[in-house]
């Protein structure tokens, strides 16, 4: 069984009314004979940049000015990057530029051979889902252009459309009371949601749950994996650096076996060997 309750002293959010519309949004049951549960980060996970960093090459000067850049306070980048989206419209930045320079990011190391090993599986053995603080766009052209979209069987992100007048409009996927977590998204409200109501659809957990990641966002979900989950950790990235502070200052507290990774050959490595337990 996994450990999906509070950790010591721990308020959890409840879920919010968008979080809930989103689900719904993509409420298609998945098949329920799938062994493991493995989530991904998208930046600097999957994709080696930040994909709102590399979006501002498509603007003119292939940057922003100073006032723009000001706005941004902590917390609250999702309505930073509105107004640099709505910006980048107003100088006449097109979808088509968008896309293209989302789709040139590259992907991290090993992640492509990971894709490969999760792809070849048998079908039974991973369910595989996408949260990330990016949008919608981003994550959909990056994945389709590379031939991955299908390996996802949900995605968890900020929602993100082009209006009328060709601006990508970008909205928060949900709100919460999380104090960790930036105002428009706790993945571990995301986290929690989605086992709970996949544990509910299946009648019984998951052997194991994954999660691969890199951010300091990311290290907020990890802390409900339980001893027989896996939080993977880019190397030296903010998401291993908490962890490791949490091992050395309250032990025993982080329940995850901690995995860093480097490449994705790393998380094959680990996968494997879960893959050919009975």
Excluded at 157 to 176: E, I, M, Q, W, Y
Excluded at 230 to 252: Q, S, V
Aim: glycine share 6%; net charge positive; hydrophobic share 35%.
């Amino acid at each position: 069984m996994n450990c999906f309750g509070s950790p010591p002293g721990e308020d959890v959010p409840p879920r919010s009314r968008r979080s809930a519309n989103n689900m719904a949004a993509n409420s298609a049951t998945p098949p329920s004979d799938r062994r493991f549960l493995i989530f991904f980060d998208f930046d600097e996970t999957i994709v080696n940049e930040s994909s709102d960093d590399v979006v501002v090459q498509a603007a003119p000067g292939q940057n922003l000015p100073a006032w723009l850049k000001d706005t941004y306070r902590p917390g609250h980048y999702n309505e930073y990057m509105q107004r640099v989206l709505a910006y980048m419209a107003e100088k006449g930045v097109t979808e088509s530029a968008i896309r293209s320079v989302i789709e040139k990011i590259p992907a991290s190391p090993g992640m492509q051979a990971l894709f490969q090993f999760l792809r070849h599986r048998p079908p039974q053995d991973f369910e595989v889902v996408l949260v990330s603080d990016a949008n919608t766009f981003f994550i959909e052209s990056w994945l389709r252009r590379v031939g991955a979209r299908q390996l996802f069987i949900k995605i968890f992100t900020n929602p993100a459309t082009f209006d009328k007048d060709g601006r990508l409009v970008l909205r928060p996927f949900h709100s919460h009371s999380c104090l960790r977590c930036p105002e428009n998204m706790c993945k571990q409200v995301i986290l929690r949601d989605y086992v709970m109501r996949r544990t509910q659809e299946r009648g019984r957990p998951f052997q194991r749950v994954f999660y691969v990641g890199d951010g300091a966002n990311d290290f907020c979900p990890s802390l409900i994996l339980g001893p027989r989950d896996t939080a993977f950790a880019r190397r030296d990235y903010p998401m291993h650096r908490l962890i490791t502070e949490i091992h050395e200052a309250r032990p025993g507290e982080f329940k995850a076996v901690t995995v860093p990774w480097a490449s994705g050959d790393d998380v094959v490595e680990r996968l494997r060997k879960h893959a050919e337990e009975k």
